[in-house]
Every structure is written in structure tokens, then in C-alpha cells.
């Protein structure tokens, strides 16, 4: 069965320091990943899949599949980066989310 | 992407009550999913629903706690019945419109609280 672990269940920076969110899965196949993001008072909203290896507001997340892992990063994190972000895998058969535990995310000024 | 509606977005409701959670979107998806959130908790599915069948569920949850509706395209409830405080969640639901590949959509979620 897929798994997505997110080690930290909390992480703070100072604006302007780089930031990394670490997430890594377990899945036999090929998998698809997403991160999501939930603002304060917000939905849940996606930030972006491997599949588009796109930049969305400053964060890029590279699939590494030696190592299993999806980490989100952002070189210059800023205080309205401050949220919960998710990391979650679509296994190729499925078409659920299975999603880690989420790692709230504060920027401090 | 796809805009949800689901409702109410809070509830307070009593012990041994049941409570039908509404999602709405705006255009034809053919799977539904239904997500719970207990607190400080990460997301875990309970059911998917399709149009013209029963829904299936996930280890753990079952279909008289959680009875689900799919009438049409645009539509589908989700009922937790006889509730406990154990319920006490946010639940969601979410759809997947273009085969995952832009990703899925959300909800506002709804609020429970089971006193």
C-alpha cells in the first residue's frame, strides 16, 4: 500500500532563509505527487505536481525516486508563505489522494 | 479547475443525531471523494462516489455510518449517522475532473462538532 510521510509536523524560518519541507512515499509503482497548501481560513488548494516540474509562487519540489522523496523547497521564504502544506501521491491504478500529515509551515519576520 | 460548494461549512450537532454534509460543483465530474480531517490530523478518504453505483469505501469506514448519495454528475451528500463525539472532524469532499492531472479540487470542508 502507498504511504507519504512528512517528518516534521512543524517548521519555522525567518523570511528571507531558505526553506525545505521533506516529504517522502512508498509506493511500488510509479507514483504522481502534488503538493497542496491550506492558507489560514482557506481551502485546500494545489501548489503543484511533479508531472508539470513547474515554479508556483517561488517553490519547486523535484521527484527523486532513488530516494523516495518529493521535498518542497523555496530559496527565499517569505511570512505570507506561512500555511500547512500537505504532500500527497496518486498511486497509477487509484484515483484517490492518499496525503501525509502535513507540516505547518511559519515564516517569522 | 472545478468550483465545489459544500454545506454547511459548521455544525454543532447532539449525540446519537445524523448530519447530511451537500457537495455541489459547478460541471459533470465522474468521481466524487469524500475526505475526513480529524484534529491535527492529515486527511484520510472515506468513500469515493460514482454516479449510478454504490460507493466504495475505505478500510475502517462503512456504509451505515456513512451512507453517501451520488444522484447526478454534480452532486453528492454524505450522512454521518447515529454520531459520537469521536466524529468531531472537518469533513471534505473533492473531485478529480481531468484524470489527476490538474490536480483535484477541494471544498470548504464542514466543520462538525459532536456534543
Known amino acids: 500500500a502507498q504511504r507519504v510521510t512528512q517528518p516534521e509536523k512543524l517548521l519555522s524560518v525567518f523570511k528571507g532563509a531558505p526553506v525545505e519541507l521533506k516529504c517522502n512515499y512508498s509506493?511500488?509503482?510509479?507514483?504522481?505527487l502534488f503538493w497542496y497548501v491550506q492558507y489560514s481560513r482557506q481551502r485546500l488548494q494545489l501548489l503543484l505536481r511533479?508531472?508539470s516540474r513547474e515554479s508556483i509562487k517561488g517553490f519547486t519540489a523535484d521527484l527523486n525516486k532513488g530516494e523516495t522523496s518529493f521535498h518542497l523547497k523555496k530559496p527565499f521564504a517569505q511570512e505570507e508563505d506561512s500555511a500547512m502544506y500537505y504532500c500527497?501521491?496518486?498511486?497509477?491504478?487509484?484515483?484517490?489522494?492518499?496525503f501525509g500529515s502535513g507540516t505547518q509551515l511559519t515564516v517569522l519576520p | 479547475s472545478a468550483v465545489i460548494s459544500q454545506k454547511p461549512s459548521r455544525d454543532i450537532c447532539q449525540r446519537g443525531t445524523s448530519l447530511t454534509i451537500q457537495c455541489q460543483v459547478d460541471s459533470q465530474v465522474t468521481m466524487m471523494f469524500w475526505y475526513r480531517q480529524q484534529p491535527g490530523q492529515s486527511l484520510t478518504l472515506i468513500a469515493t462516489a460514482n454516479q449510478g453505483s454504490e460507493a466504495t469505501y475505505e478500510s475502517g469506514f462503512v456504509i451505515d455510518k456513512f451512507p453517501i448519495s451520488r444522484p447526478n454528475l454534480t452532486f453528492s451528500t454524505l450522512t454521518v449517522s447515529n454520531m459520537s463525539p469521536e466524529d468531531s472532524s472537518i469533513y471534505l469532499c473533492?473531485?478529480?475532473?481531468?484524470?489527476?492531472?490538474?490536480?483535484?479540487?477541494f471544498g470548504s470542508g464542514t466543520r462538525l462538532t459532536v456534543v
Open positions: 500527497a501521491l496518486k498511486s497509477g491504478s487509484a484515483r484517490q489522494l492518499t
Open positions: 509506493y511500488s509503482g510509479s507514483p504522481e
Open positions: 473533492s473531485v478529480d475532473r481531468s484524470g489527476g492531472a490538474d490536480g483535484y479540487t
Open positions: 511533479h508531472i
